[in-house]
């Protein structure tokens, strides 16, 4: 089970303006990179007692942008990077809840949030900006890009069934892993 929270916080933006989202509390952060892999230990929250899942993972993908103006053009510098929050996610206290394949699953979750990084990496860097256009263009790049972004989540739980379909949950692995080589120029 996944939720994805792309966020963005707005401010009056001009030359030297900065924008930024930081998490609470950077030790219940995981930052995506290629060799960190989640581990049970990560899962802190408490489980609900009423839900059907047997794992949750909460994870975000936090931005900072700035612009300079330099003879007229304006050029934005993008700081983006997925996270997995430790203390919103949760695995049930179970041993049939705690296997390897679903830690899988929930690991792939993780990933698509750094494919969604990656992609949201490639629209805005692509793009070309304003002063006028500066801040609609990245809210509209990135609202194309969240509901990109949640619409693969759901698609990935549903076709797999939550990780129970083997044959699914193997194509979407694969499918992860093509995707963020794919990607790789997009990388942080």
Same mark, same amino acid.
Request: net charge neutral; glycine share 2%; charged share 25%.
């Given at each position: 089970m996944y939720p994805l929270f792309?966020?963005?916080?707005?401010?009056?933006?001009g030359p030297g303006n900065?924008?930024?989202i930081q998490d609470d509390n950077?030790?219940?952060?995981?930052?995506?990179?290629?060799?960190?892999?989640?581990?049970w230990d990560d899962f802190l929250a408490e489980a609900p007692s009423r839900n059907s899942f047997a794992a949750f993972t909460y994870t975000l993908i936090n931005m900072e942008y700035s612009a300079t /103006?330099? !003879?007229?053009?304006?050029?934005?510098?993008? +700081?983006i990077y997925a996270a997995f929050n430790r203390r919103r996610s949760w695995v049930k206290n179970q041993k049939e809840a705690r296997t390897p394949?679903?830690?899988?699953?929930?690991?792939?979750?993780?990933? /698509?949030? !750094?494919i969604t990084a990656r992609r949201?990496? +490639?629209a805005l860097l692509t793009e070309t900006y304003s002063r006028k256009s500066l801040e609609q263009k990245i809210n509209s790049i990135y609202q194309v890009t969240v509901q990109a972004g949640d619409e693969m989540q759901a698609l990935y739980d549903q076709e797999s069934d939550h990780g129970l379909n083997k044959a699914q949950?193997?194509?979407?692995?694969?499918r992860?892993?093509?995707?963020?080589?794919?990607?790789?120029?997009?990388?942080?």
């Amino acid at each position: 089970m996944y939720p994805l929270f792309l966020l963005l916080l707005h401010l009056n933006f001009g030359p030297g303006n900065f924008t930024s989202i930081q998490d609470d509390n950077a030790s219940d952060t995981l930052i995506w990179q290629p060799e960190t892999k989640l581990h049970w230990d990560d899962f802190l929250a408490e489980a609900p007692s009423r839900n059907s899942f047997a794992a949750f993972t909460y994870t975000l993908i936090n931005m900072e942008y700035s612009a300079t /103006i330099t !003879e007229g053009k304006v050029i934005p510098s993008f +700081k983006i990077y997925a996270a997995f929050n430790r203390r919103r996610s949760w695995v049930k206290n179970q041993k049939e809840a705690r296997t390897p394949e679903i830690l899988a699953h929930e690991q792939a979750h993780f990933d /698509i949030s !750094e494919i969604t990084a990656r992609r949201l990496r +490639k629209a805005l860097l692509t793009e070309t900006y304003s002063r006028k256009s500066l801040e609609q263009k990245i809210n509209s790049i990135y609202q194309v890009t969240v509901q990109a972004g949640d619409e693969m989540q759901a698609l990935y739980d549903q076709e797999s069934d939550h990780g129970l379909n083997k044959a699914q949950q193997l194509k979407w692995s694969n499918r992860v892993k093509n995707e963020l080589s794919e990607l790789a120029n997009y990388a942080r």
